[in-house]
Structure formats: structure tokens, C-alpha cells
T-cell receptor
Framework: GESVGLHLPTLSVQEGDNSIINCAYS??????FIWYKQESGKGPQFIID?????DKRQGQRVTVLLNKTVKHLSLQIAATQPGDSAVYFC??????????FGAGTTVTVRA | KAGVTQTPRYLIKTRGQQVTLSCSPI?????VSWYQQTPGQGLQFLFE???????NKGNFPGRFSGRQFSNSRSEMNVSTLELGDSALYLC?????????????FGPGTRLTVL
């Protein structure tokens, strides 16, 4: 079946640097994409979302980029902080309800 | 507003038993979705309920079932447990208003099948 996947399982970043987490999706019918952050022992936490009629959306210290031509999604975190250490998942859905998640990228922030 | 709550947080069962997990959505949220999270398969969609009706279903066997009550609280049941059912079961609720489809996740129930 179709699925969403992340390019790298782990990412190590220096505190204060910018982080970029990538995700490829294959369901061309998907029109809603979300990034989640999951810390140990907790459920996924919404970070930012984007609809397919947009190619960029900014939040607080985070930016999501969507390239529908190559079915690629990325999450940029500015000035990465120790509290950003977590597993990051991209998710996509064609109907707002049934989310398909990628495998996740574990981000470790070095002090 | 209180977040999504799930009970119990941890559960240990043996093969062949059945289990019922409970989820209370955020007040006012009418949609509840269930996901299974394992190291090998990641997060996988189980089913989604809205107004007491199952609206979407994932690719899980019939041993996995759920229901939703009139107050939007939801339960999922797994019968004839197998070792592979050991996982973190996550519940998420959504307001389902116009443009308001963000899913809020609970902390999960950690099920261990021995």
C-alpha cells in the first residue's frame, strides 16, 4: 500500500543550528500533511500542518515546505534547542481523518 | 481544557486473553481515532469514530474492534491476544469543525502480551 516515509532515521544537530527533517510521501490523493513531535513516554504532539494548495507555512521557529511535484515534505526548525530532542513524524491523509505516518526521525540536540 | 485521557496507561495480558482500552476525548470533540504504535511498524491507523459510528477503518484483523458512546468517549477491544499485539495504543480526538481537523493525541496505553 502507499505510505509516507522519512529519509533519515536519525539526525544529530548542534544546539543553536537549524534542523531540516525530510519526508517523502507516495499517495498523490493526499491533501493534508502534518508534522508531529513525540517525546519519550508521550503521545505525538502537533507541530504544524499544511494543505496541498500551499507550498510553505511558517509557525513559531518551524517551517513546513511541501513540494507536490516530487511528493516531498520537510520540516525546518530554527535555532534548535535541547527541548527539540524527540522523534518527528510526518503524516498525510486524503480525508483529514485517516492519517498515514512515516517511520520517524529521531532528533538529538548536542549541547 | 483537559487533554485526551487514556486508561489504563499500562496493561499486561497473556496470549488468548482479551483487553478493553478506554479513551476520553477533549470536551466538545466528536471524532476519536485509534492508532497502534510498534517499533517495527510505526504508527498505524486502526479506526475512527464520529457520532457513535465507525467512519474509517484501517487494515487490522477483526480481533480489533471499537465503539463510541453518546458522550464521545471511545473504547477499543482486542480479543484473542497475540504476542504481536504488544504495542502502544494511541487515541486522538478532533473537533471536526470547519477547518479544525487537528488531531490531539493522548499519552497512550502500553499493552504487553506475554
Amino acid at each position: 500500500g502507499e505510505s509516507v516515509g522519512l529519509h533519515l532515521p536519525t539526525l544529530s544537530v548542534q544546539e543553536g543550528d537549524n534542523s531540516i527533517i525530510n519526508c517523502a510521501y507516495s499517495n498523490s490523493a493526499s491533501d493534508y500533511f502534518i508534522w508531529y513531535k513525540q517525546e519519550s513516554g508521550k503521545g505525538p504532539q502537533f507541530i504544524i500542518d499544511i494543505r496541498s494548495n500551499m507550498d510553505k507555512r511558517q509557525g513559531q521557529r518551524v517551517t513546513v515546505l511541501l513540494n507536490k511535484t516530487v511528493k516531498h515534505l520537510s520540516l525546518q526548525i530554527a535555532a534548535t534547542q535541547p527541548g527539540d530532542s524527540a522523534v518527528y513524524f510526518c503524516a498525510e491523509t486524503p480525508n483529514d481523518y485517516k492519517l498515514s505516518f512515516g517511520a520517524g526521525t529521531t532528533v538529538t540536540v548536542r549541547a | 481544557k483537559a487533554g485526551v485521557t487514556q486508561t489504563p496507561r499500562y496493561l499486561i495480558k497473556t496470549r488468548g486473553q482479551q483487553v478493553t482500552l478506554s479513551c476520553s476525548p477533549i470536551s466538545g470533540h466528536r471524532s476519536v481515532s485509534w492508532y497502534q504504535q510498534t517499533p517495527g511498524q510505526g504508527l498505524q491507523f486502526l479506526f475512527e469514530y464520529f457520532s457513535e459510528t465507525q467512519r474509517n477503518k484501517g487494515n487490522f484483523p477483526g480481533r480489533f474492534s471499537g465503539r463510541q458512546f453518546s458522550n464521545s468517549r471511545s473504547e477499543m477491544n482486542v480479543s484473542t491476544l497475540e504476542l504481536g499485539d504488544s504495542a502502544l495504543y494511541l487515541c486522538a480526538s478532533t473537533a471536526q469543525g470547519a477547518g479544525d481537523n487537528e488531531q490531539f493525541f493522548g499519552p497512550g496505553t502500553r499493552l504487553t502480551v506475554l
